[in-house]
């Protein structure tokens, strides 16, 4: 069975500085790889989402994700938060011939300081 | 428009009795998934329909948990005997196909869970 790790459980950091949270997926073949996020007090959405091509993703809010199957991983990025992106991020991946649940990391809970 | 939808928001019952989760998935989509997320962890796969169909339920921990979509929309997860270890929080997911396409997932919109507290 796939499973999905995040390093990091809790990240604080202040406003502006850049962000890179690790995932790292552990399945051979295809996979379709997401990040979600939890604002506090609202639910899960989605951030950004990999299927094919392009291993660089563009998502919403100035975030960005790389996949590098070499790694297995798909790390997101922003190069400057903001207080409002404390928050929950969870990576999750399907694979690409199985049905079509998600398996989730554990999560990272990012604090950022104004 | 609207977007999933769970009732209750918040459940707490005592060991051993029975309970029932709704949710209502966003209008149109046919496949519906139920995740579990315990304190400090990521959402856990449970069941997942497609229309009235459990096309998955690997993710379904034992046998006192079922779920149902009698009509191809609202599904019910129903927990029988309830133990403290069955707290947590409980999501639902809708998206618009199960299927597919081009090696694509559909993306899964999330509901805002239902937090189950059993003592």
């Known amino acids: 069975a796939q499973s999905v790790s995040q390093h990091n459980h809790h990240v604080i950091l202040s406003e502006a500085a850049s962000l890179e949270l690790g995932c790292n997926y552990s399945?051979?073949?295809?996979?379709?790889l997401f990040w979600y996020v939890q604002y506090p007090g609202q639910h899960l959405q989605l951030l950004l989402k990999?299927?094919?091509?392009?291993?660089l993703v563009k998502g919403i809010k100035g975030f960005e994700a790389e996949f590098i199957k070499s790694k297995f991983s798909f790390n997101l990025r922003k190069p400057s938060v903001q207080w409002s992106d404390t928050a929950e991020y969870f990576c999750?991946?399907?694979?690409?011939?199985?049905?079509?649940?998600?398996?989730f990391g554990g999560g990272t809970r990012l604090m950022v300081k104004p | 428009g609207a977007g999933v939808s769970q009732t209750p928001s918040n459940k707490v019952t005592e060991k051993g009795k029975y309970v029932e989760l709704r949710c209502d998935p966003i209008?149109?989509?046919?496949?519906l998934y139920w995740y579990r997320q315990s304190l400090g962890q990521g959402p856990e796969f449970l069941i997942y329909?497609?229309?009235?169909?459990?096309?998955?339920d690997s993710g379904l921990p034992n046998d006192r948990f079922f779920a149902v979509r009698p009509e191809g929309s609202v599904s019910t997860l129903k927990i029988q005997r309830t133990e403290r270890g069955d707290s947590a929080v409980y999501l639902c997911?809708?998206?618009?196909?199960?299927?597919?396409?081009?090696?694509?997932?559909?993306?899964?919109?999330f509901g805002p869970g239902t937090r189950l507290t059993v003592l």
């Open positions: 997911a809708s998206s618009l196909t199960p299927t597919r396409l081009a090696g694509r997932t559909d993306t899964q919109y």
């Open positions: 399945y051979g073949g295809t996979v379709n």
């Open positions: 990999y299927f094919s091509g392009d291993p």
């Open positions: 999750a991946v399907t694979p690409n011939n199985a049905g079509n649940m998600l398996t």
């Open positions: 209008s149109g989509h046919t496949a």
């Open positions: 329909f497609q229309g009235t169909g459990a096309a998955d």
